[in-house]
């Protein structure tokens, strides 16, 4: 049974101000909502429901903020626990020690993720003084603890020219999995300033990075996140259309959708988190598998995606589509950074 992913975001109380955070982008001073512990009993509750009838198993992301802030975290990761929820932490370095990562394993968390966005100075101008090195040093704790430790970076131009050296970071740390997508500008910003040929340039040099750990034997699994990465296979005749393939099916590609909800801390549902204009319902005021069944449909018409409809890629790849939302308010527009003539 295939899984069906929601990312919950449980408080926004958080240690840092991040430039490109999605709550505190623009310095505008926000209400910090967080779920109650009856709320979040109500959120799983939902979720299980939606999942039955949808004949799926639900996953969780358990994010923020800082979800360890939340004043009611352990009991809410005991109700995951207790209804045999697989999850996954995406949060901050700063409240983890040895015993908290192995009480986190006790309750069943499978993996921890962390934020490097950029090379010590960059990072830390992206988030705060010290986070770079307390992230570095949280990573082996995880570990320790026998949790799946990933480290995601969030590319714009202020630190493409930095991922290749960090990818060495990473894999000296021992990061079990390191991944990247783009960062889609929020507030007034328009554009993240990479242009086409700039992304295909970093994609290339990072699989280049990537065989060669591979090859020597490294064990940090590098995850290939960012769907263009598929057209970039398909150019190099990595990745080849199957002929059995049938016309009306997608098989990969953004899950906005297909298998993903947001669910933010106030109980606001979006299609996607990284699309401001996609929320699609309240968890406490709507059924879930209503707005599946209902409200969703609009992000899963493919013959509205203006280039991609046009592309044999379309079932497999699409781009980002909350890059393209976030560049001109339409999530069919064309992603900026697809290099692809059609």
């Known amino acids: 049974m295939r899984f069906f992913a929601f990312q919950i975001h449980i408080t926004d109380n958080c240690d840092q101000r991040c430039k490109h955070c999605y709550i505190f982008s623009g310095g505008v001073q926000k209400v910090l909502h967080s779920l109650s512990l009856d709320e979040l009993r109500e959120v799983v509750e939902k979720c299980l429901v939606m999942c039955e009838i949808c004949q799926r198993r639900p996953y969780f992301y358990v994010t923020g903020g800082d979800p360890l802030l939340h004043e009611n975290f352990w009991q809410f990761i005991c109700i995951l626990q207790e209804n045999q929820i697989p999850f996954t932490i995406m949060g901050n370095p700063f409240h983890l020690d040895y015993e908290v990562c192995k009480a986190l394993k006790s309750y069943g968390c499978e993996k921890y993720q962390m934020s490097l966005d950029g090379l010590k100075t960059t990072h830390d101008w992206f988030r705060k003084p010290g986070s770079f090195d307390c992230t570095l040093e949280k990573i082996k704790c995880i570990k320790q603890a026998s949790i799946r430790s990933v480290i995601m970076t969030t590319v714009s131009r202020k630190n493409i020219a930095e991922v290749p050296s960090l990818i060495d970071t990473v894999v000296a740390h021992e990061v079990d999995v390191f991944a990247f997508a783009r ?85 606001d549902i979006y299609a996607c988190r990284r699309v401001p204009n996609s929320k699609v319902g309240n968890v406490f005021e709507d059924k879930l598998a209503d707005i599946w069944f209902s409200e969703m449909e609009r992000y899963r018409d493919y013959t509205k995606f203006k280039k991609c409809s046009k592309c044999e890629l379309l079932a497999w790849c699409r781009g980002c589509p909350a890059v393209a939302a976030s560049y001109s308010g339409d999530f069919y527009e064309v992603d900026p950074q697809c290099w692809k003539e059609l």
């Open 183 to 267: 960062y889609c500008p929020v507030g007034r910003e328009k554009s993240n300033g990479i242009t086409p040929e700039e992304y295909r340039n970093l994609l290339d040099a990072c699989d280049k990075k990537f065989k060669a750990y591979e090859a020597a034997g490294c064990e940090t699994y590098f995850n290939r996140k960012d769907h263009l990465w598929k057209l970039y296979e398909y150019e190099l005749g990595r990745f080849k259309i199957p002929a059995e393939a049938e016309a009306d099916m997608i098989y990969g590609g953004c899950n906005c959708g297909n298998s993903h909800l947001t669910i933010l801390s106030n109980g």
